[in-house]
């Protein structure tokens, strides 16, 4: 059980009353680590307070003109990418002080691995230029910060990116509005026999860097590299043709780096409108080797099950070496989906702190990286493997009723050969009683 140790007795008034004085003001919620992290960076606002804590969170009210520089402390202190969240009123907030750090709701989820001739034949179709062209495409904008214009071309560049993989009806790609310039993406790829039942591969679109919505941002490795993977993983899916059975989503958030804005609001809303998520994966910086091991998989604020699924396909599909780790309070947007009581992962580049120094500023570029992409690879195999597995993706072939398409040419030959053996051994049999009768 925890125990709320500071409790401001405004609280109560609050919960009553519509906050009226807080259209400058946002509530969030920081680790409680990191609270005196947080206290130095909002010294100029006189209106920061601690409305609540426990031994691992604590809820405040910050200006928000801090933000930015809540941003920069939390990276620089604790290295973390966002590092808390921000909610939409006090009771959201106190209710992170009990939400589910694990395990999720709902029914045990399979998680055995039966699709081995599925994922060997999509693996070959990540194509590394691509997944390279992305990260230089998003990091040659000036930034994607949340407020910004490019921050929104971003949004709109990449639907578009991502309606150019197919021409298929049923494969939607949407922008959702948040109230600011950039808008989350999310691809959609309805799920065959179990189209309730709902797999998410997740990345954040934003960068951020000192000055905001003027700065210089590439963020190439946070988080361009994240979006190219799961972006090059959309795109090797949908050219093989699989069909999943469950419905699978990709899904590019606005706003991480200010309080995981856009991930809070879709898991909020995913939540409320009792979306049966069978699991969530994230990807936040897959492209800085910067660890003895390749993958490293995030142990707080995840699931247990779900992670050590992910270790097993890692054996299974990817050929990389993998440990666990961890990186702290609201680190990423898996933990805005864990908060909402959803299963979800975090694999990462590095040891969380041998990870890439040059986040958050002007020198995030693909040079850290030596310009290529050998490391997202690994990460777009498992997220490959990932989809393939947990959303049950069949090849066109197996399935009866798929039109012919892209997969037909790959049909199983082996009834012609029977056919052709049998034609052959009839006309033997009936070849020699000709020459014997
Ligand atoms: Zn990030």
Same mark, same amino acid.
């Given at each position: 059980?925890?125990?709320?140790?500071?409790?401001?007795?405004?609280?109560?008034?609050?919960?009553?009353?519509?906050?009226?004085?807080?259209?400058?003001?946002?509530?969030?919620?920081?680790?409680?680590?990191?609270?005196?992290?947080?206290?130095?960076?909002?010294?100029?606002?006189?209106?920061?307070?601690?409305?609540?804590?426990?031994?691992?969170?604590?809820?405040?009210?910050?200006?928000?003109?801090?933000?930015?520089?809540?941003?920069?402390?939390?990276?620089?202190?604790?290295?973390?990418?966002?590092?808390?969240?921000?909610?939409?009123?006090?009771?959201? #907030?106190?209710?992170?002080?009990?939400?589910?750090?694990?395990? #999720?709701?709902?029914?045990?989820?399979?998680?055995?691995?039966?699709?081995?001739?599925?994922?060997?034949?999509?693996?070959?179709?990540?194509?590394?230029?691509?997944?390279?062209?992305?990260?230089?495409?998003?990091?040659?904008?000036?930034?994607?910060? /949340?407020?910004?214009?490019?921050?929104?071309?971003?949004?709109?560049?990449?639907?578009?990116?991502?309606?150019?993989?197919?021409?298929?009806?049923?494969?939607?790609?949407?922008?959702?509005?948040?109230? /600011?310039?950039?808008?989350?993406?999310?691809?959609?790829?309805?799920?065959?026999?179990?189209?309730?039942?709902?797999?998410?591969?997740?990345?954040?679109?934003?960068?951020?860097?000192?000055?905001?919505?003027?700065?210089?941002?590439?963020?190439?490795?946070?988080?361009?590299?994240?979006?190219?993977?799961?972006?090059?993983?959309?795109?090797?899916?949908?050219?093989?043709?699989?069909?999943?059975?469950?419905?699978?989503?990709?899904?590019? /958030?606005?706003?991480?780096?200010?309080?995981?804005?856009?991930?809070?609001?879709?898991?909020?809303? /995913?939540?409320?409108?009792?979306?049966?998520?069978?699991?969530?994966?994230?990807?936040?910086?897959?492209?800085?080797?910067?660890?003895?091991?390749?993958?490293?998989?995030?142990?707080?604020?995840?699931?247990?099950?779900?992670?050590?699924?992910?270790?097993?396909?890692?054996?299974?599909?990817?050929?990389?070496?993998?440990?666990?780790?961890?990186?702290?309070?609201?680190?990423?947007?898996?933990?805005?989906?864990?908060?909402?009581?959803?299963? #979800?992962?975090?694999?990462?580049?590095?040891?969380?702190?041998?990870?890439?120094?040059?986040?958050?500023?002007?020198?995030?570029?693909?040079?850290?990286?030596?310009?290529?992409?050998?490391?997202?690879?690994?990460?777009?195999?498992?997220?490959?493997?990932?989809?393939?597995?947990?959303?049950?993706?069949?090849?066109?072939?197996?399935?009866?009723?798929?039109?012919?398409?892209?997969?037909?040419?790959?049909?199983?030959?082996?009834?012609?050969?029977?056919?052709?053996?049998?034609?052959?051994?009839?006309?033997?049999?009936?070849?020699?009683?000709?020459?014997?009768?």
């Amino acid at each position: 059980m925890r125990l709320i140790s500071i409790v401001n007795v405004a609280i109560g008034m609050a919960l009553l009353a519509p906050a009226p004085a807080l259209a400058e003001r946002l509530l969030i919620t920081v680790g409680a680590d990191a609270l005196a992290t947080a206290r130095t960076a909002a010294a100029e606002d006189t209106g920061f307070e601690v409305l609540a804590a426990d031994e691992d969170v604590a809820v405040l009210s910050i200006d928000e003109a801090a933000l930015d520089a809540l941003t920069e402390a939390m990276h620089a202190h604790h290295g973390r990418c966002g590092g808390f969240m921000v909610h939409e009123s006090l009771a959201d #907030a106190l209710d992170a002080l009990d939400a589910p750090v694990a395990p #999720a709701d709902g029914p045990p989820v399979d998680y055995r691995l039966e699709r081995p001739h599925v994922v060997r034949a999509v693996l070959p179709a990540i194509e590394p230029g691509q997944l390279l062209s992305t990260i230089e495409h998003l990091s040659g904008m000036k930034n994607r910060y /949340y407020r910004s214009p490019t921050g929104a071309a971003a949004s709109t560049w990449l639907r578009d990116r991502w309606r150019s993989f197919t021409t298929r009806a049923d494969v939607t790609v949407e922008l959702v509005d948040h109230g /600011y310039p950039q808008r989350s993406v999310v691809l959609t790829i309805p799920g065959t026999t179990l189209a309730d039942e709902v797999v998410i591969i997740g990345g954040h679109l934003d960068s951020i860097a000192p000055g905001g919505t003027g700065s210089d941002a590439p963020g190439a490795d946070d988080d361009a590299s994240g979006i190219a993977t799961l972006t090059e993983v959309a795109r090797a899916l949908l050219a093989s043709g699989v069909r999943p059975q469950r419905t699978l989503q990709f899904m590019a /958030y606005a706003a991480e780096e200010v309080g995981l804005r856009g991930s809070l609001r879709i898991a909020s809303d /995913y939540r409320r409108r009792g979306v049966n998520v069978v699991g969530v994966l994230q990807l936040d910086m897959t492209n800085y080797q910067g660890s003895d091991r390749d993958i490293w998989l995030i142990a707080d604020h995840t699931d247990a099950g779900q992670n050590a699924f992910l270790g097993r396909l890692i054996d299974a599909y990817v050929g990389a070496t993998w440990a666990y780790d961890r990186c702290g309070y609201a680190c990423s947007d898996h933990a805005a989906w864990t908060r909402h009581g959803f299963r #979800a992962s975090m694999p990462f580049e590095a040891r969380f702190r041998d990870s890439n120094r040059a986040i958050h500023t002007r020198k995030d570029t693909l040079e850290r990286s030596d310009h290529n992409v050998q490391h997202a690879v690994k990460f777009a195999r498992l997220a490959t493997a990932y989809a393939i597995e947990l959303a049950r993706a069949d090849l066109p072939a197996v399935d009866a009723t798929t039109r012919p398409g892209p997969g037909s040419s790959s049909r199983s030959p082996l009834p012609f050969v029977a056919l052709a053996i049998a034609a052959f051994g009839l006309a033997f049999v009936l070849g020699n009683r000709m020459l014997r009768g």
